[in-house]
């Protein structure tokens, strides 16, 4: 299946709580590149977990004041997090009619969920393996709905699924806190992380998976292993200990979604200058300049929602300038 990237995108949350604005200002600023919009700034079930949560299938969760917590029966925090999901899919489809190109739709990794949702007692997902695989069936279900409905709505489309792991080293490293907070559950073993990843990579038949994390040691060749075409970080967290994952992982085919533009309201370089460490860990790396545009696309170091509407507009369109500042001027 021959796959055409673009060359910027977003992470996936917008400030505010207008899905028709988010979607009119991600279709306008990446015309080749567009994503679904989050918008954690409505409340419960519009976070990304709370949004994950309600696309699980036999599997039903509840805010408690410590957090998301699985329960028998959809309630009411199931259903505004459906509602909310297909308002901001009805908007992408008014801005997408007649799209054809990739677009990127984004869920919440099992891992990450795991760590998050609480089980009946109190106690994170992550504390029981069982818990965590059945987790992970009713999430890859999910998210076959999900796609089938985002094929439905915009059939031009190449879909691009993002699974957001920002906890993923925390439980790799056992650092994810227990409920009373005085210690941390057991480190996962690296075999099973990575095959159930694989199994939820594996839902997306006809495209491309990243996995986003814009936690730092990203963990590369576990991700490319589990079946990630690209993986998504924050480019201001890499170290040169991260040098030989990086040059096996472009070499390999798999592409890298750089975050190069701060997610939250300050100053803006100019594009190329935002570029400008992409550039030098090519030569560092000894990789060919022309490969840049073909292995990179340009985001935000995360999502938005903490920015101002104002900021995020302008950080999206300096990533897609970034973007041509790389293709125009590898060297």
Not at 165 to 185: D, F, K, N
Request: with cysteine; charged share 25%.
């Amino acid at each position: 299946m021959s796959f055409t990237w673009g060359p910027a995108t977003g992470v996936g949350s917008m400030p505010g709580d207008d899905a028709r604005e988010a979607a009119k200002t991600v279709t306008g600023s990446f015309e080749d590149f567009p994503f679904l919009p989050e918008l954690p700034a409505r409340g419960p079930g519009a976070d990304m977990i709370g949004r994950t949560a309600g696309m699980l299938v036999e599997l039903y969760a509840r805010v408690e004041p410590s957090g998301w917590r699985i329960g028998d029966r959809p309630g009411r925090d199931t259903k505004r997090a459906r509602s909310w999901l297909g308002e901001d899919l009805d908007a992408l489809e008014e801005f997408t009619q007649g799209y054809e190109g990739p677009l990127k739709v984004q869920a919440v990794g099992p891992w990450t969920l795991a760590a998050a949702l609480e089980l009946r007692g109190g106690e994170a997902a992550l504390s029981d393996l069982g818990a965590c695989r059945d987790l992970a069936g009713s999430l890859a279900e999910g998210l076959r709905t999900h796609l089938d409905e985002v094929r439905r709505r915009v059939p031009g489309a190449q879909i691009v699924l993002q699974l957001d792991e920002p906890s993923l080293i925390a439980v790799l490293r056992g650092q994810v806190r227990s409920a009373s907070g005085y210690r941390t559950h057991r480190a996962v073993d690296r075999q099973r992380v990575e095959a159930t990843l694989r199994d939820v990579v594996g839902v997306h038949t006809d495209g491309p998976v990243v996995v986003h994390s814009c936690a730092p040691d990203v963990p590369f060749a576990l991700l490319r292993r589990a079946g990630a075409a690209a993986i998504s970080f924050d480019f201001s967290l890499l170290t040169e200990r991260d040098d030989d994952a990086i040059g096996e992982a472009v070499e390999g085919g798999t592409r890298l979604f750089a975050g190069v533009v701060q997610g939250t309201d300050g100053p803006l370089s100019d594009p190329a200058g935002s570029v400008m460490g992409v550039r030098t860990l090519w030569r560092r790396l000894g990789l060919h300049p022309g490969l840049l545009a073909e292995a990179v696309t340009v985001t935000p170091t995360c999502g938005l929602a903490g920015a101002s509407p104002e900021y995020a507009r302008r950080a999206l369109a300096h990533c897609a300038r970034a973007a041509r500042s790389l293709a125009d001027n590898p060297e």
